[in-house]
T-cell receptor
């Protein structure tokens, strides 16, 4: 089974802090994604990466950056956390080839609260 | 752009009732369609998917049929159980770049099943 893990289940930070959210997948997937989940809005794509050191903006990239130095690890960075970034953050991965390229595998999520 | 609309929640049913959660979509091309489920405190899990028109996805007693003529992918289950209480997300796949695909999600429907 694909396993996607996230470094923290719950995180509380102060406004202005730099925040790192880590995601690791163990299935050698090329593509990795960061979404945020908010009530009534579903999930929205923040950033994705299709290869090591390659990244592309998603639908709501403002206030975020990402890093992918190794294939299995994809980090989401909040350079200066703000209260409107309080949310659930979900990481996902997919392979580049094969019949499952459209099926995303999700981690358990990190619930971030910014005070 | 691509979008997914789900029926408003929350939905509350009694055990053994029939369930329908409506989902309609707008998309260019021919996306794959998905239902994901999120149990309390967990990340998203793939429930079922369909990759082309008239395909039926099924899993754990849930079913959904890809209806191109009505652009719909309604989720159904004949007899729900308390353990089905969760948030259900309808989604479609959309191409990004370099072969990667993102998921476009509906807003989610919270389902509660009472004994």
């Amino acid at each position: 089974d694909v396993k996607v893990t996230q470094s923290s289940r719950y995180l509380v930070k102060r406004t202005g802090e730099k925040v790192f959210l880590e995601c690791v997948q163990d299935m050698d997937h090329e593509n990795m994604f960061w979404y945020r989940q908010d009530p009534g809005l579903g999930l929205r794509l923040i950033y994705f990466s299709y290869d090591v050191k390659m990244k592309e903006k998603g639908d709501i990239p403002e206030g975020y950056s990402v890093s992918r130095e190794k294939k299995e690890r994809f980090s989401l960075i909040l350079e200066s956390a703000s209260t409107n970034q309080t949310s659930m953050y979900l990481c996902a991965s997919t392979p580049l080839t094969g019949v499952l390229t459209d099926t995303q595998y999700f981690g358990p999520g990190t619930r971030l609260t910014v005070l | 752009g691509d979008s997914v609309t789900q029926m408003e929640g929350p939905v509350t049913l009694s055990e053994e009732a029939f369930l329908t959660i409506n989902c309609t979509y707008t998309a260019t091309g021919y996306p794959s369609l998905f239902w994901y489920v999120q149990y309390p405190g967990e990340g998203l899990q793939l429930l079922l998917k369909a990759t082309k028109a008239d395909d039926k996805g099924s899993n754990k007693g849930f079913e959904a049929t890809y209806r191109k003529e009505t652009t719909s992918f309604h989720l159904e289950k004949g007899s729900v159980q308390v353990s089905d209480s969760a948030v259900y997300f309808c989604a479609l796949s959309a191409y990004l770049i370099q072969g990667a695909q993102k998921l476009v999600f509906g807003q989610g429907t919270r389902l509660t099943i009472n004994p």
